[in-house]
């Protein structure tokens, strides 16, 4: 079987992207080169694709032919505890390792602001006891949200709402910048709600084995978070409940389904070879 080095070795020359005849060659090539990712991939001992939309290819590159300026908008959900942030992670610091300018936004950030409630309740964990469903759709700035991946798609630099992870349930408008960078990855449970998810130019949803995804989020809540274990299993409870209502039914939209238990290493290389792939050619 060949190796990604291997199958990036060919190089063509460049052909005028500014024309959409050369746009149209670009997406030609690009088509063919990613059914050699989805083949390799498949034939590894853990995929780290398992699934594709039947679409996903030729809808892609048919956007890069009809509207090569606007900005690529990745958007990467899951349920809790299943990895999106760390692929995130990894997608940005590879794209940072060839100089692309890439962006990184949360959706956590577009929490309703429910600093009054836990006034009223006394804690975070009394609210949600309470009955408020922390992760419906409702309880996001949706709207807000739009705007800003709207802005963000045509070029406009937005300054993002936050939502201060310390128990108050406050969120601050305006609290920061956020660059229109040439890529845009937004994570998220409500990165694919039914009031934004159209706007995104490849949807991914990451899968992973539930018991892992119970190991790290216990881990990471006793840990990092100072919860008692008994709360933490209470949460996750909430969260387990709350993914397969809201997250998991998107699967069967997603563009990529990823799988969360895959070598990150593995995912860097699929990275790079994209990226190769993408400027291989002749000038």
Not at 138 to 144: E, G, M, N, V, Y
Not at 163 to 191: C, D, M, R
Not at 260 to 268: E, I, M, P, Q
Request: glycine share 4%; with cysteine; aromatic share 12%.
């Amino acid at each position: 079987m060949l190796s990604l080095q291997e199958l990036e070795k060919e190089k063509i020359f460049k052909p005028d992207f500014s024309s959409k005849s050369g746009r149209e060659l670009l997406a030609f090539y690009l088509q063919t080169k990613f059914k050699q990712i989805f083949l390799y991939d498949k034939k590894q001992q853990y995929p780290i694709i398992n699934a594709i939309s039947t679409d996903f290819i030729s809808r892609f590159t048919k956007r890069i032919i009809n509207n090569p300026t606007k900005r690529l908008l990745i958007g990467v959900t899951g349920e809790s505890a299943s990895g999106k942030s760390t692929i995130c992670s990894e997608i940005q610091n590879v794209i940072g390792q060839f100089n692309m300018p890439v962006t990184v936004l949360s959706t956590d950030n577009y929490f309703n602001d429910i600093s009054d409630l836990i006034k009223k309740y006394g804690s975070f964990d009394n609210v949600r006891d309470s009955g408020y469903d922390v992760d419906a759709p409702s309880s996001f700035q949706l709207d807000i949200l739009r705007e800003d991946l709207e802005s963000l798609s045509v070029g406009i630099d937005i300054k993002a709402p936050m939502y201060l992870p310390n128990g108050t349930g406050i969120s601050v408008s305006n609290a920061f910048e956020v660059k229109s960078q040439k890529i845009i990855v937004v994570e998220g449970i409500a990165t694919m709600y039914e009031e934004v998810k159209d706007i995104f130019d490849i949807k991914i949803y990451v899968e992973t084995d539930n018991e892992l995804r119970r190991s790290r989020f216990i881990s990471r809540a006793v840990e990092e978070r100072n919860q008692d274990e008994e709360n933490a299993l209470k949460h996750w409870n909430y969260i387990s409940n709350a993914g397969e209502k809201y997250v998991k039914p998107f699967r069967k939209e997603a563009d990529l389904v990823l799988n969360g238990n895959s070598d990150l290493k593995y995912f860097a290389q699929i990275l790079e070879y994209i990226y190769n792939i993408t400027n291989n050619f002749e000038s």
